[in-house]
């Protein structure tokens, strides 16, 4: 059963005194935003039931998570903090007679309740920011940046090496039988150790026998794929069985790409992780990671420094392709025109050129690519032009002020979907704080 808020203060509640009673600044600017009702509207359009046990209030879980996103905690450091925080405790709406609902019970509900809600709060956010005429949505700059993923530097052995511990794990589950992987898994890891000794000689002997060390490791695991196949059917725990299937697939495709690299080919779409294969390499030139892993992060802000629109893409997609659905979603959020749009040249193309143009942006910040004709050299030079060139290098600071404040650019949760609700958290509450500080 759906509940919205909590019972309000309890009887301790009367006899603290009024220092403890009274917020701090910065929660309680935040509790004016989230006090307003239309946030309760995506719950109840998709979990308005009246039958079962009472969840955690919609109210406290939104308040919670501002909390853990706001000083980068886990959940049972999150669930401890609040329940030794008088302060905390009364944000949140719960009493000091009441119990913290339990780490678990928070990880469950984040899943529970997805991606779709919490674009919906971030939109209902923005729509309370412009009724306070904080937000005017006239002037916005892009980037991308890389939201890495939650896992180690991956490597052909190491990867498969960690698909024959996960299927190690799965088949303990099966009882009664004689297939044991452990013997092989240990051969595995002594093969990758005496890779990474190898690496460290750059002749070509040594390249020579990692790739036979390399061979040997994907023989090793497809010998113990194909045993554990015979015996999947005997799992009769569904979750552990289904587990142990997509398991398999992702190991079976790290073998393949690993032959494929062991061949002279370069594999498309690479899988990075076991754990979380949807993770991709994404080159950006940066000398200190030549290459991350993870997806891919677009943020818009506009001129207030509010964010007003965030997406996630797997891999790294061009950012030209981009600029089409920026201006469709900000249509949607602000009907006035835009008037100015500062971007880096990666957004450059004829095509967005005259998009933006017939959208009716008037004064475009975004530089071309390659050598700029003397045309367009005048319009660089115009001073409106260095301002919108300025104006967007601020969203670099943003971006690290995201990373810094709220942990944005690594992603605990897994998975495309686990990406887009971290994402989307760190946002909603760089909004929240950012409103806190005042204008």
């Known amino acids: 059963m759906l509940r919205l808020k909590s019972n309000g203060p309890d009887l301790w509640d009367s006899i603290l005194p009024e220092e403890l009673r009274k917020l701090p600044e910065e929660l309680e600017q935040v509790n004016s935003i ?22 955690i209030p919609v109210a406290t879980y939104v308040r919670l998570m501002y909390l853990k996103f706001r000083y980068k905690l886990g959940y049972e450091t999150l669930v401890s903090e609040v329940s030794d925080s008088i302060h905390w405790r009364r944000f949140c709406g719960i009493g000091l007679a009441d119990k913290v609902p339990d780490s678990t019970a928070l990880v469950k509900l984040t899943q529970k309740y997805g991606e779709e809600i919490l674009e919906e709060i971030h939109g209902l956010i923005i729509e309370n920011l412009k009724s306070r005429k904080l937000v005017r949505g006239k002037k ?46 240990k051969k595995v890891k002594a093969l990758t150790f005496s890779v990474s000794q190898l690496l460290r000689k750059a002749d070509k002997h040594s390249r020579n026998k990692i790739k036979n060390i390399n061979h040997a490791i994907i023989r090793l695991v497809r010998t113990s794929i194909n045993k554990v196949k015979k015996v999947i059917h005997r799992i009769k725990a569904r979750r552990i069985r289904k587990d142990v299937i997509r398991t398999i697939q992702v ?19 690479r899988v990075v992780s076991i754990v979380d294969p949807d993770a991709r390499p994404i080159v950006k030139g940066k000398l200190d990671k030549p290459v991350e892993f993870g997806r891919t992060a677009q943020i818009t802000q506009d001129e207030s420094g509010y964010i007003t629109q965030y997406d996630v893409f797997q891999g790294n997609p061009s950012e030209s392709t981009m600029v089409r659905g920026i201006l469709k979603q900000h249509r949607s959020q602000f009907p006035e025109q835009l008037k100015s749009i500062a971007a880096d040249t990666a957004f450059a193309s004829e095509e967005n050129f005259g998009l933006l143009r017939e959208s009716g942006v008037t004064r475009i910040g975004i530089p071309v690519r390659g050598k700029p004709p003397p045309a367009i050299r005048l319009v660089q030079k115009r001073k409106w032009f260095k301002n919108l060139r300025n104006f967007r290098a601020g969203i670099e600071a943003t971006i690290r002020f995201l990373d810094r404040k709220f942990g944005f650019k690594r992603s605990m949760y897994r998975g495309n979907s686990g990406t887009f609700i971290w994402v989307s958290w760190a946002v909603i509450v760089a909004n929240l704080y950012r409103f806190s500080k005042g204008p």
């Open 251 to 269: 190991t079976e495709t790290i073998a393949g790409q690993s032959e494929e690299r062991l061949a002279g080919v370069k594999p498309t779409n």
């Open 140 to 185: 916005i700059r892009v980037d991308t940046t890389v939201v890495a993923s939650d896992i180690h530097y991956p490597t052909d052995s190491t990867l498969l090496r960690d698909g024959l511990r996960r299927l190690r794990y799965g088949v303990r589950k099966i009882p009664n039988i004689p297939l044991r992987i452990g013997r092989t898994l």
């Open 34 to 55: 989230l006090d307003d009702d239309r946030l309760m509207e995506p719950f109840i359009k998709r979990f308005s039931t009246t039958m079962g046990r009472p969840t």
